[in-house]
């Protein structure tokens, strides 16, 4: 859907600098979108037991491997720019960006590897479990430092993304937080 989506708009709108740009940043706000559903899937869940959240708890797998498809076309159109138009791009990428970037690409080339019954069992639930654990928080980071740096740029636009991000988190850890014992109950 997301290639389908960028093939019209590449062909509406031409093949340029700009253009690219633009699908770059179609591709992260689809990623963020889809990185969100799966990274607080089991939270939501205990929060609001209805169809939906049972339905996206279930699918998570395939949610989360969609998110690494979207960031992977995301990454393509980032080489792409790089290659086809290098000025300005590349001179506005600082190189702490290609790295925490680049190593938020090998956990969600890592994640989708792993993202099989045969790969847990393969790795043992706890590996499995501290690989996911550290690359999605990882990757959370990520989003959220990119939104922090476009909101510099446009705040009026970026800063529902950056506030949605930041919720993200606290979302996700509602679920590990201990609920409290009633009054007078035997703990």
């Known amino acids: 859907m997301i290639l389908l989506m960028l093939a019209i708009f590449f062909v509406l709108s031409g093949w340029s600098a700009e253009t690219i740009k633009a ?3 179609y591709t992260g706000r689809s990623s963020l979108f889809l990185f969100s559903i799966a990274f607080t899937a089991s939270s939501v869940y205990s929060l609001w037991k209805t169809p939906f959240t049972t339905w996206t708890l279930r699918n998570r797998r395939y949610i989360g491997l969609s998110f690494a498809a979207s960031h992977f076309i995301h990454l393509s159109l980032i080489i792409l720019i790089s290659l086809l138009f290098p000025e300005p791009f590349l001179e506005d990428q600082s190189m702490g960006q290609w790295i925490f970037g680049g190593l938020g690409y ?10 099989t019954d045969r790969a ?9 479990k501290r690989l996911h654990l550290i690359g999605s928080h990882w990757l959370w980071t990520v989003f959220l430092l990119t939104y ?13 993304f950056l ?4 919720a993200l988190l606290p ?17």
Do not use: C
């Not at 969600?108 to 590897?113: K, N, P």
């Not at 476009?150 to 636009?157: A, Q, S, Y």
């Not at 979302?171 to 703990?187: E, I, S």
């Open 23 to 25: 699908g770059i940043d």
């Open 106 to 115: 090998v956990f969600v080339f890592l994640m989708a590897l792993t993202s």
């Open 120 to 128: 847990q069992q393969w790795m043992g639930m706890k590996n499995w």
């Open 148 to 160: 922090v740096e476009h909101t510099r740029e446009d705040p009026k636009f970026y800063i529902p």
């Open 163 to 166: 506030v949605y991000t930041l």
């Open 171 to 187: 979302l996700r850890l509602v679920k590990h937080t201990p609920t409290k014992a009633p009054h007078g109950a035997a703990l």
